[in-house]
C-alpha cells in the first residue's frame, strides 16, 4: 500500500510543477497576418480554428493527432507544420516561453 501512496504523491507533485508553468506568448509574422486575413475570407471559422490549435500549444498539453503535427526538414529544420483543416496548414517555431506563428495557407502555397 505503501508504493501506491507514493506513486500519487509523485504524480501530484509533478502535475503541481507542470502547472506552474506559465503560459507561452504567442507572436505573428506579417507574413503569418497577412495570408490569416486572406483566408477568414474563404473561411470564417478559421481564427477560431487556429486558436483552438493554438490552447494546447500555449498550455502546454500534447497535441491531438487530428492536427497532423510534425517537424519539418532539411532548410526548414526548426520549424513546425500543423493541419488546422485538411489542407490548411500552419507554420509556426516554439521554445519554452513563445510561440512564433511564422504562415498559414495550403501546402502549395506554402510550398511544403
Known amino acids: 500500500m505503501k508504493k501506491k501512496r507514493d ?14 508553468k506559465p503560459k507561452r506568448k504567442v507572436y505573428t509574422s506579417s507574413k503569418y497576418d497577412k495570408n490569416l486575413e486572406k483566408r477568414i475570407k474563404q473561411i470564417p471559422t478559421l481564427k477560431e480554428e ?6 494546447y500549444l500555449k498550455n502546454r498539453k500534447p497535441i491531438p493527432p487530428k492536427y ?9 529544420k526548426g520549424i513546425w507544420d500543423s ?4 489542407d490548411m496548414v ?4 516554439y521554445d ?6 511564422i504562415d498559414i495557407g495550403t501546402h502549395s502555397k506554402l510550398r511544403l
Not at 497532423?68 to 526548414?76: A, F, I, Q, R, W
Not at 493541419?83 to 485538411?86: A, C, L, P, S
Not at 500552419?90 to 517555431?93: A, G
Not at 519554452?96 to 506563428?101: A, F, K, P, R
Open 50 to 55: 487556429v486558436q483552438d490549435f493554438l490552447l
Open 90 to 93: 500552419l507554420t509556426y517555431e
Open 96 to 101: 519554452e516561453s513563445s510561440i512564433y506563428l
Open 83 to 86: 493541419h488546422i483543416r485538411d
Open 68 to 76: 497532423k503535427n510534425h517537424p519539418l526538414k532539411g532548410k526548414m
Open 7 to 20: 506513486v500519487g504523491k509523485k504524480n501530484l507533485k509533478q502535475n503541481l510543477v507542470q502547472s506552474q
